[in-house]
């Protein structure tokens, strides 16, 4: 056996299994391209599910990062750090944010900001104890915990994992008038993705956020948007609220926030939502550790210093537009915002894992999402030959 078979097999034989990755195994990454064990390249269209919006192993992180790594890791927040101030700094500077709290993974800034929202409902809002609600969207993605699978309507993600975490209402995506109806006294908030990532892009109808926007603020419901997937530059924004002229009240933040190198998340909001929390109430032994602010506030900095957020758009679009003039009668719908793209294949097409395989054997990874779907996020520092690139070999996989 080769290596990459050995270690194939060592993973199933010891590893759980709950994941179904594509047989690849990764050993370098530089930019779009990482390289497998047998030294064959490929164009990285996944990027880590929008982690690695900075290109793999971006220098300048690096540097950061192992500066940091040889000065001080982490202090808890038992005492004070010398690169959390400026993390707060940068951040409030770049998102018009008035207070900030770091966390580590995706899943506890979504936690994080539920916990935030329901003491705000009860201390601020007037909620009776308890009856806090929040809305919620089908077939959302947030993460993996109890309290987020709670409100999933996938079955794979929720079922067997009950007794279920009370408090939230789902509604449709993209529909401004559920919405109006699901708020009542005890709605404390609403959380939503921009564009719904892993259901598979799914872009709401234009005005959506906008209504939505004015529903939140005309009952003093929080908007809650979850932009951990498409924030950052992925859409061709630093956040993709910005695409309907919006803001929310509370924003998190995760994955690209630390280009691919560590887990860093953030909550993001004005003083009312996070200032409820006290000391002792919320917390975490890593978050805003002093390694993962200063990796942070490179990463930062390159995603804006470079171009990157232009270069999502320019690209996304060219990207967009190459897709759409693939003919093929296998594809059933072509959509995306920036570099967040998917191809929708008709259900006779038979399931898209084959595809991704298909495109993978031509150097292109990219992942099927919900059976029919191939989503496309390639790191946004992709250049126009390099879509090119991917174009051509896409075409080649569907027609
Ligand atoms: C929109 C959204 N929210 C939350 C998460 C969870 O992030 P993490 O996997 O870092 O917990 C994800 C991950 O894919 C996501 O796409």
Same mark, same amino acid.
């Given at each position: 056996m080769n290596t990459s078979s050995n270690l194939i097999a060592t993973e199933q034989r010891l590893g759980a299994n709950n994941y179904k990755p594509l047989d690849v195994v990764l050993t370098r990454g530089?930019?779009?391209h990482v390289w497998d064990t047998d030294g064959k390249r490929y164009?990285d269209c996944l990027s880590a599910y929008?982690a690695v919006?900075?290109?793999h192993c971006?220098?300048?992180?690096?540097?950061?990062?192992?500066?940091?790594?040889?000065?001080?890791?982490?202090?808890?927040?038992?005492?004070?750090?010398?690169?959390?101030?400026?993390? &707060?700094?940068?951040?409030?500077?770049?998102?018009?944010?008035?207070?900030?709290?770091?966390?580590?993974s995706?899943a506890?800034?979504?936690?994080?900001?539920?916990?935030? !929202?329901?003491?705000?409902? &009860?201390? %601020?809002?007037?909620?009776?104890?308890?009856?806090?609600?929040?809305?919620?969207?089908?077939?959302?993605?947030?993460g993996r915990?109890?309290?987020?699978?709670?409100?999933?309507?996938?079955?794979d993600a929720?079922?067997?994992?009950?007794? &279920?975490?009370?408090?939230?209402?789902?509604?449709?995506?993209?529909?401004?008038?559920?919405?109006?109806?699901?708020?009542?006294?005890?709605? !404390?908030? #609403?959380?939503?993705?921009?564009?719904?990532?892993e259901?598979?892009?799914?872009?709401?109808?234009?005005?959506?956020?906008?209504? %939505?926007? /004015?529903?939140?603020? #005309?009952?003093?419901?929080?908007?809650?948007?979850?932009?951990?997937?498409?924030?950052?530059?992925?859409?061709?924004?630093?956040?993709?609220?910005?695409?309907?002229?919006?803001?929310?009240?509370?924003?998190?933040?995760?994955?690209?926030?630390?280009?691919g190198f560590y887990p860093?998340?953030? %909550?993001?909001?004005?003083? /009312?939502?996070?200032?409820?929390?006290?000391?002792?109430?919320?917390?975490?032994?890593?978050?805003?550790?002093?390694? #993962?602010?200063?990796?942070?506030?490179?990463?930062?900095?390159?995603?804006?210093?470079?171009?990157?957020?232009?270069? #999502?758009?320019?690209?996304?679009?060219?990207?967009?537009?190459?897709?759409?003039?693939?003919?093929?009668?296998?594809?059933?719908?072509?959509?995306?915002?920036?570099?967040?793209?998917?191809?929708?294949?008709?259900? /006779?097409?038979?399931g898209a894992r084959q &595809?991704c395989y298909a495109l993978k054997d031509?150097g292109l990874l990219a992942k099927d999402t919900?059976?029919?779907?191939?989503?496309?996020?390639?790191?946004?520092?992709?250049?126009? /030959?390099?879509?090119?690139?991917?174009?051509?070999?896409?075409?080649?996989?569907?027609?």
């Amino acid at each position: 056996m080769n290596t990459s078979s050995n270690l194939i097999a060592t993973e199933q034989r010891l590893g759980a299994n709950n994941y179904k990755p594509l047989d690849v195994v990764l050993t370098r990454g530089e930019g779009v391209h990482v390289w497998d064990t047998d030294g064959k390249r490929y164009l990285d269209c996944l990027s880590a599910y929008s982690a690695v919006n900075q290109g793999h192993c971006h220098p300048k992180i690096l540097a950061a990062m192992v500066e940091q790594a040889g000065r001080l890791t982490l202090t808890s927040r038992a005492f004070r750090n010398d690169q959390l101030a400026y993390l &707060y700094e940068e951040l409030a500077a770049l998102t018009g944010s008035h207070k900030i709290l770091p966390m580590n993974s995706g899943a506890e800034a979504v936690e994080t900001a539920i916990k935030a !929202v329901r003491k705000w409902g &009860y201390e %601020v809002k007037g909620v009776p104890e308890g009856q806090a609600e929040i809305i919620v969207c089908a077939n959302n993605f947030h993460g993996r915990t109890l309290s987020i699978i709670s409100f999933s309507t996938d079955p794979d993600a929720r079922t067997g994992f009950g007794p &279920y975490t009370p408090g939230f209402r789902v509604i449709p995506f993209g529909d401004a008038e559920a919405f109006a109806a699901a708020i009542n006294a005890n709605t !404390v908030a #609403a959380l939503i993705e921009p564009i719904q990532g892993e259901a598979g892009v799914i872009i709401p109808p234009a005005g959506y956020f906008t209504r %939505v926007r /004015e529903l939140c603020t #005309a009952n003093n419901v929080t908007l809650i948007l979850d932009e951990i997937q498409t924030g950052l530059g992925r859409t061709g924004k630093l956040l993709a609220e910005e695409h309907e002229g919006i803001e929310a009240d509370v924003t998190l933040i995760g994955k690209a926030l630390s280009g691919g190198f560590y887990p860093v998340s953030a %909550v993001l909001s004005n003083s /009312e939502v996070l200032g409820v929390l006290k000391p002792g109430q919320h917390g975490s032994t890593f978050g805003g550790n002093p390694l #993962a602010c200063a990796v942070a506030r490179a990463a930062l900095k390159v995603l804006t210093e470079e171009g990157m957020i232009e270069n #999502a758009e320019t690209m996304g679009d060219y990207f967009l537009d190459g897709l759409r003039s693939i003919r093929s009668n296998i594809v059933k719908d072509v959509r995306g915002r920036g570099l967040m793209l998917a191809v929708e294949l008709e259900p /006779e097409a038979g399931g898209a894992r084959q &595809y991704c395989y298909a495109l993978k054997d031509r150097g292109l990874l990219a992942k099927d999402t919900h059976d029919h779907t191939i989503r496309f996020a390639p790191p946004l520092v992709i250049t126009r /030959e390099q879509v090119d690139w991917a174009i051509s070999q896409i075409e080649r996989t569907i027609t």
